[in-house]
Each structure stands twice: as C-alpha cells, then as structure tokens.
C-alpha cells in the first residue's frame, strides 16, 4: 500500500480553516508544544514508537510551522518540519489526535542578486537580503581560497546564484549555493557546484572545505543517510539521519575530525554515545558503542583519527554497527558530503563536462553582474487556508 498526499492551496474566502503560522521557540521541546497547546501527550508522545518519538527531537529552534484551526479555535491539524523532506502531521480524526510523519511538498527556485561592498560582503549581503543564510554559505565558500579581511575594496562586487526551497509560499532550509562570485581588485574569483555536488573553482580544483575521515576504518556502509524514506514494513516515513557501518563488536571507532567530545554517555535510544564539536558549527555523533576508549570524557580535545571508543550494539541496534551523525548547527546533514580523503581535481570527460557548466554560469554571472540584479524582495506571508487530502490507494 502507497498513500499519496497532496497539498491543496485555496483561498481563506473559499474555506473556513484558518492557518496561523508560527515560529519555533528557541527552549522550546515538542513535549512542550503539545502541553501549551493542550494537545494529548499520551497519544502523540508516549503510544508513538522509538523511531517517531526521536523524529519529534528535531524540531529546531526558528523554524516556521502550521496550525490550523476550525470557528471554535479549535486545532485541526498542525505541520511540523523536520527537515527539508519530512514533517510531523497532527491532525484531528474523529475526535481523536493522529500523529504521522509525511513527506514535505516544496517547490525550488533558482534566484540571484548582485550586490556592491561597502563594508564586507556578509554585511552587504545581509543587507541586500536580510538573510543570514545567504552571508553564511557566501562567506563560507571562500573561506579557504580568499582573506575578505585584507583584500576587499570599497565598490568590488559580488554575484550569488542559489536554489532556493519554498513550502506554502514561504522559503525554507538552507539555499544551496550554485555560484558565487567576487571581482576583488578587478579579478573575479568564482566557486561553482558541479554535476558530482562537490564545489570547485575555476581551474576546476575542488574547493576546500570541512572534511572528515571515515569513522571505522575499512567498514562496509549499511545504511546511507536520507531526511525521509518509505517503510514497506512498516508502511510509514522514516528518517535515517546518520550513516550506519557495520563493523564487528570492539573495532575501533576514530574521530572524524579535530574537536571537543561535549558528550560521552548513554543517551537514550543512541546507547553509548559520543558527541565531537568541531569548528563552524559542525558536529559529530558516534553511537551504539560497546565501550568509550579510556580518557574519553567531556571536555576533552581530540584530534581527526584518534580513537575515541569502540563499536557496538547499545541502545535502540539490531546488532553491532556504528551509527554516525553529523550536523550543522544542529540539522543533520549527510556525512558523506563530506567524507574524503584528499581533494579532487577534474581531468579528462570529468573536466570538460564541468568547463561546459562553468561556461554556462559564467554567462548567467556576467549578465546579472551588467543588469546589477537586485534581491528580489518577497510580499508578505498571507495567511491561508488548505485542505490536506489524504488519499488510500492499493499497489497490486
Ligand atoms: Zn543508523
């Protein structure tokens, strides 16, 4: 059995519903939620099972959600996102709360501005933007090839093109970046995604970025990471946020990169769990482990390739794997992005293929570099009305 769902977009005039849309507190915890909002915690916390309670852990602070209610006030259904694929879905059902995870229904759109610097360009962006989200992945992605600090000039410029997500006409989840580009001193320097969903600049080297080593060495992946996948078991969406390598019981388990282990304890369905903070916001979390290497504890620094524990099977595990997360600022994010060991640089087919995506960004680069493109500035959320259908259909 499939279940489809659509999302219906109607007018508030043709519909009764109300939708208020809100933004999720920063101390905020879904148990929370549901007790300021009156909403049964027996029946969408305590009934769920292990995998839907830990979905409910991901709600993040800022994130914008959904509540709609009937004349008397009265909450029809709430839409939670969890990431950019999944969200919670509470809905009234014969007077009764259901709680499910669905996929997310969102549009992208592929925007771009130009911008000159009077200061810094996380200051002009931010400025012609008012995103944060925007300053950040800019500045990010020349953090290791450019020195803003030193070599920017009054007047150099800037162009970003990105895809942007949009859910119920507002955008959501981080844009992707697809070229930056900046003229300092009269050079444009340019940073592209390419085909492989690497960056690379205009030599076609890839660009340096926040790389990790592989967490157990030599071990099979047995799982890979999605924001939502399908159980045909179970018939329900689930997330898989981490990596899982299956690996005997008692193989070490090494950090990934330099940090700081700000946790080394059992927690929860994670069993033997260890959390590494490294630096721009990046964390790493190993679980399931049988043991902690002697001297691991809070607090401690560790270097990219020490061993830190050893595989096993605690907490919520069918048998012994490692389960390893990385996030950014919190959200998951898959590690394999990120996994490497050195960088790339294209030859041969890889290459031209890449020169001839180049040349087309290039192009889109240079006119909204001429037509000076400003940010376009959205209208207003207007508040809306739908109508969640959920339809049942049989898959011979
Ligand atoms: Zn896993």
């Given at each position: ?9 109607l ?23 549901l ?66 995870a ?14 000159t ?6 200051y ?26 030193n ?12 895809d942007?997500?949009?859910?119920l ?9 697809k ?13 592209y ?29 047995s ?18 946020l981490?990596?899982d ?34 630096a ?68 041969g ?26 940010y ?21």
């Open positions: 059995m499939i279940r489809f769902f659509i999302l219906f977009l007018s508030t005039s043709l519909f009764s519903a109300q939708v208020e849309r809100d933004r999720w507190d920063n101390a905020q915890t879904y148990l929370d939620f007790q300021n909002n009156e909403l049964p915690i027996k029946e969408l916390y305590y009934n769920l099972d292990k995998d839907d309670q830990r979905l409910t852990e991901e709600m993040r602070a800022g994130i914008h959600y959904q509540v709609v209610k009937d004349n008397n006030e009265t909450i029809e259904q709430i839409l939670l996102p969890l990431n950019d694929e999944l969200q919670i879905h509470i809905y009234k059902d014969k007077n009764k709360y259901q709680f499910e669905i996929p997310i229904i969102s549009t992208t759109k592929t925007e771009a501005f130009y911008t610097i009077t200061s810094s360009p996380n002009n962006i931010l400025k012609e933007t008012g995103s944060k989200k925007l300053a950040q992945i800019f500045v990010a992605s020349f953090k290791h090839s450019l020195n803003f600090k070599d920017i000039r009054k007047g150099d410029q800037l162009v970003m093109i990105y942007q997500k949009y859910r006409g507002e955008p959501f989840s981080m844009p992707t970046l070229v930056a580009m900046i003229e300092m001193h009269h050079k444009q320097h340019f940073i995604l390419n085909s492989d969903d690497r960056y690379y600049d205009e030599k076609a080297h890839e660009v340096e970025g926040f790389l990790l080593a592989r967490p157990v060495r030599g071990a099979r992946i799982s890979y990471f999605t924001k939502r996948r399908w159980h045909p078991v179970l018939h329900k969406w689930k997330a898989h981490g990596v390598y299956a690996a005997r019981r008692g193989t070490p388990v090494i950090a990934a990169g330099r940090g700081t282990i700000i946790w080394a304890s059992r927690l929860g369905s994670y069993g033997n769990l260890i959390k590494i903070r490294h721009d916001g990046y964390e790493t979390r190993y679980a399931h482990l049988k043991s902690f290497r002697r001297g691991i504890r809070r607090g401690k620094r560790i270097k990219k390739g020490q061993t830190i524990g050893y595989v096993g099977s605690t907490g919520r595990s069918t048998g012994p794997h490692l389960h390893f997360e990385l996030r950014k600022r919190g959200r998951a994010v898959n590690p394999l992005r990120v996994v490497q060991v050195t960088t790339k640089k294209l030859k087919k890889e290459k031209k293929a890449f020169l001839l995506l180049k040349k087309n960004y290039d192009q889109s680069v240079a006119l909204h570099l001429n037509n000076k493109t400003p376009n500035k959205r209208p207003p959320f207007e508040p809306i009305g739908y109508i969640h259908f959920l339809q049942g259909k049989t898959n011979g």
